[in-house]
Structures are given as C-alpha cells and as structure tokens.
T-cell receptor, first 113, second 113 residues
C-alpha cells in the first residue's frame, strides 16, 4: 500500500524567504512524482513532474528533488512571494498502475507581504 | 484548448437526495479519472475510464456511487442516496493516450446536510 505524507501541514513565512516543503512515500516502486498547487476554489495546477529515473526538476523559482530509495521528495521555493500562497500537494504513481495518483494531504502555505 | 470542466461548481443537498456531477474532459482525451477529497483527508482515487469502459473502479466507496461515460466523452458521477460523509470536493482529470500527464478540473464541492 502506498502512503504519502507531507510535512508541515501549514507554513507561514514572510515574503522573500526561501522555503522547503517535504513529501515522503512508503513504497519506492514509483512511476513518477508530481507536485501540484491548489488555490482556493480552483483545480490542481501541475508544478513539476519528476520521473522515477530523475533526481530533480526545476521551473523558475521552484526546484523539486527526488530520492526514490529513501522515499522522499522536497519542493524548494526561492524568494517566496505572496502570490505563492496556496496549498501544495505531492502525489505519486506506482509502477504497477501509473493511472492512479496517491496524494499527500498537502501543505498550506501563507506568504506574508 | 479548453481545460477539464466540471459542473456544478458547488452543490448543496440534503441527506437522502440524489446528486449528479458532470465532467467534460479535454477533447481527445480517452482517459478520464474521478477523485475526491473529503474533509481533512487527502485526495483519493475513485475510478478510471478508458473511453466508455471502466478500467479501474477500485476506489469507489460503495454502491451508492455510479459513474458513467456514455459515448466516451463526458462523464457523470451520481450519488444516490447521498449521506453526510459524502461531503467533499470531487475532482475529475483527463489524460491523452501516450502522455503521462493528467489534467485536473476545478472540482465540484458537494455539501450534504
């Protein structure tokens, strides 16, 4: 069974800070790992997708790393802005069924101006 | 290209009533998924359609839930009769064959009173 945990559940930082969100998963036989952003009342926006053979992906101020053997991923946000305030979700798909996402419960980020 | 759309955005019903949620996937996406997030929990997979066929319905909670995708285009998820614990946000996602990425809709917030 695949379980995904995200720490912390909530985070409040002043604007400009660099921050790290953590995700861990119990079964290392993953197909890929994806970080999403969810704004209130909106759907899920894909931020970064890391294939199981990759170690990291970068997009602008975002960098996601993957350590499959230890079952961990981190999402690094540089120079945070108030517009980054949202819930960040980590999700994995397993090798034997890449159609099904297993989600963490999310980290709610608040960046204060 | 239009994204995944869901209707309604919010539904409030009383316990025992019936509700039908609709999802329109991105045009040309044969794969369609339903997920839901109940209060305080993580987003969980419900089922997966390939065109009009149910490929995996292992996440459907019980027989009060019925999903259909007649004609392989839009899908409906009916809850009958609704119970209090069915309250949550129901997400739909779609994926084009040959691509690994699922695109999510904005969700339908269901409140059962």
């Amino acid at each position: 069974k695949q379980e995904v945990t995200q720490i912390p559940a909530a985070l409040s930082v002043p604007e400009g800070e660099n921050l790290v969100l953590n995700c861990s998963f119990t079964d290392s036989a993953i197909y890929n790992l994806q970080w999403f952003r969810q704004d209130p009342g909106k759907g899920l926006t894909s931020l970064l997708l890391i294939q199981s053979s990759q170690r990291e992906q970068t997009s602008g101020r975002l960098n996601a790393s993957l350590d499959k053997s230890s079952g961990r991923s981190t999402l690094y946000i540089a120079a945070s802005q108030p517009g980054d305030s949202a819930t960040y979700l980590c999700a994995v798909r397993r090798v034997n069924n890449f159609n099904k996402f297993y989600f963490g419960s999310g980290t709610k980020l608040n960046v204060k101006p | 290209e239009a994204g995944v759309t869901q209707f309604p955005s919010h539904s409030v019903i009383e316990k025992g009533q019936t509700v039908t949620l609709r999802c329109d996937p991105i045009s040309g996406h044969d794969n369609l998924y339903w997920y839901r997030r109940v209060m305080g929990k993580e987003i969980k997979f419900l089922l997966h359609f390939v065109k009009e066929s149910k490929q995996d319905e292992s996440g459907m909670p019980n027989n009060r839930f019925l999903a259909e995708r007649t004609g392989g285009t839009y899908s409906t998820l009916k809850v009958q009769p609704a119970e209090l614990e069915d309250s949550g946000v129901y997400f739909c996602a779609s994926r084009r064959d040959g691509s690994g990425e699922q695109f999510f809709g904005p969700g339908t917030r269901l409140t059962v009173l």
